[in-house]
C-alpha cells in the first residue's frame, strides 16, 4: 500500500482533504501525554462533516467507532475539531485522542489496514442522460463543471488539477471544502449545486457524493471517474484505514483485529451510507 508524506497532488475533496493539509508543514512531534488506559476508545473528529462524522454521532465513522468500542470493550469519546490545517497535529499527535477513524497512509500517523477504498466520481443529474465518466471526454468542454477548493495556498483536488492541465477552467467552479462552517457538512454544498441545476457535473469524493446523492430529491448518477492514468502523479483512488500515533502498537493491533473480523459488519455500514468502493 503507497504511503504519502504531507501535501501533494493527491488531496481529496471530504474531510480527508483538510487532513493532508493538516500534515502540511508539520513536523512529527511526539506524544505530549503517556498512553491512557485502554478503557477507553479516544476518537479525534470533526463535529460537522457528514457523512464522515458529526456531534450528534451519525456520521459512519461514528457508528463505526461505536462498533470498534464495543468490540474492544471501550467506551467510546471524542476529541472535537474541524478538520482543517493542523488537525493531525493538534489532536492525534497531541495526546488527546488516540485513534482518527477514516485516514489515508499518511506519513505522520500509523495508519491501520485499510476498510474500504473510494474514488472520485462524478456527479450528474440522472435525468440529463450523460453517458461519459472520462475526466478526458470532449463534452466536459462545453459543460459548467463543480469543484472543491481546499484554501487559498493554491491546492487544488486532483479533478481541478487534471482539468486545468487540459485547459478546462472558464467553465469549472470551485466551491470552498470548507464553506459556511455555520450550515450542516460545508462540502455538500457542491453535491447540491448539481442536484439544483448550478452545474451540469461535479467531481466529487465518492463518499460524500453517495451519501448526497442518497438524500438528494433530485435523482443523480453517479460513476467512478476514468481516463486519469495519463494524468499520475495526480490519485483518484485511496484506501482508507484508522490511524494511531507512531508507537502505539498494540491499539494499531487491536484496531487491525477488529478490521478483520468484524469485515462484512463494516461493509455493511458503509453500504447504509452510499460509500462507493473499488
Not at 450550515?183 to 448539481?194: G, I, K, M, T, Y
Request: glycine share 10%.
Amino acid at each position: 500500500m503507497a504511503r504519502w508524506t504531507e501535501a501533494g497532488p493527491w488531496l481529496l475533496a471530504s474531510g480527508l482533504a483538510v487532513l493532508f493539509l493538516g500534515a502540511a508543514g508539520a513536523a512529527e512531534p511526539q506524544p505530549a501525554t503517556a498512553e491512557p488506559a485502554r478503557d477507553e476508545l479516544r476518537v479525534c473528529a470533526d463535529p460537522n462533516n457528514m457523512p464522515f462524522s458529526n456531534e450528534r454521532k451519525e456520521g459512519f465513522e461514528n457508528k463505526l467507532a461505536e462498533l470498534v468500542g464495543r468490540e474492544l470493550g471501550m467506551e467510546v469519546s471524542y476529541t472535537w475539531r474541524p478538520q482543517r490545517r493542523g488537525f493531525i497535529r493538534n489532536t492525534l499527535n497531541a495526546g488527546i485522542c488516540d485513534v482518527i477513524m477514516g485516514v489515508p497512509p499518511l506519513d505522520m500517523l500509523r495508519p491501520t489496514h485499510s476498510y474500504y477504498a473510494s474514488t472520485y466520481v462524478m456527479v450528474s443529474r440522472a435525468e440529463d442522460g450523460l453517458d461519459f465518466s472520462s475526466i478526458q471526454a470532449p463534452e466536459l468542454r462545453h459543460l459548467k463543471i463543480g469543484v472543491h477548493l481546499i484554501g487559498d495556498d493554491g491546492a487544488n483536488t486532483p479533478a481541478a488539477e487534471v482539468l486545468g492541465r487540459q485547459g478546462i477552467v472558464d467553465n469549472v467552479v470551485g466551491y470552498s471544502i470548507q464553506g459556511d462552517y455555520r450550515e450542516d457538512s460545508p462540502p455538500s454544498r457542491l453535491v447540491e449545486a448539481v442536484a439544483s441545476g448550478e452545474v451540469d457535473v461535479a467531481f466529487v469524493w465518492g463518499p460524500l457524493a453517495g451519501y448526497y446523492a442518497l438524500q438528494s430529491q433530485v435523482p443523480l448518477k453517479i460513476v467512478p471517474v476514468t481516463g486519469t492514468e495519463p494524468f499520475m502523479p495526480f490519485v483518484f483512488r485511496f484506501p482508507v484505514g484508522m490511524g494511531v500515533r507512531k508507537g502505539d502498537e498494540e491499539l494499531w493491533a487491536r484496531l487491525n483485529d477488529v478490521i478483520s473480523s468484524r469485515r462484512s459488519d463494516i461493509d455493511a455500514l458503509l453500504d447504509q451510507y452510499g460509500v462507493p468502493r473499488v
